[in-house]
């Protein structure tokens, strides 16, 4: 089994930063992707970002590219979510998600464990 524990979600005003962590522990010996997903609220869960094992590759649904950026540390099982220039629009639950995989995906099928998620608000 994997746990995942994301931290750093908030209340923020429009134009604002967060970063997001994501700290995995548990069976986590071996290679395995990282991904992002969000929920607000009367909608579905949705892609955000992605990483690639080496962290050499990301991925990013439009909606948020050149205002998120994703990484991880993998010394420290963490993975993070550096958010800039939020809007109202990015309110949602964030979920890491994890994959064992080196390839991340942005189908939230393709992700064996989540986290319990993390609220973010963006005030107008």
């Known amino acids: 089994q994997v746990q995942l524990v994301e931290s750093g979600g908030g209340l923020v005003q429009a134009g604002g930063s967060l970063r997001l962590s994501c700290a995995a522990s548990?069976?986590?010996?071996?290679?395995?992707?990282m991904g992002w997903f969000r929920q607000a609220p009367g909608k579905e869960r949705e892609f955000v970002s992605s990483?690639?094992?080496?962290?050499?590759?990301?991925y990013y649904a439009d909606s948020v590219k050149g205002r998120f950026t994703i990484s991880r540390d993998n010394a420290k099982n963490t993975v993070y979510l550096q958010m800039n220039s939020l809007k109202p629009e990015d309110t949602a639950v964030y979920y890491c998600?994890?994959?064992?995989?080196?390839?991340?995906?942005?189908?939230?099928?393709?992700?064996?464990?989540w986290g319990q998620g993390t609220q973010v608000t963006v005030s107008s």
């Open positions: 548990g069976r986590i010996l071996g290679t395995y992707s």
């Open positions: 990483i690639r094992w080496s962290g050499g590759s990301t």
């Open positions: 998600a994890h994959k064992w995989s080196y390839y991340s995906g942005s189908f939230s099928d393709e992700y064996d464990y």
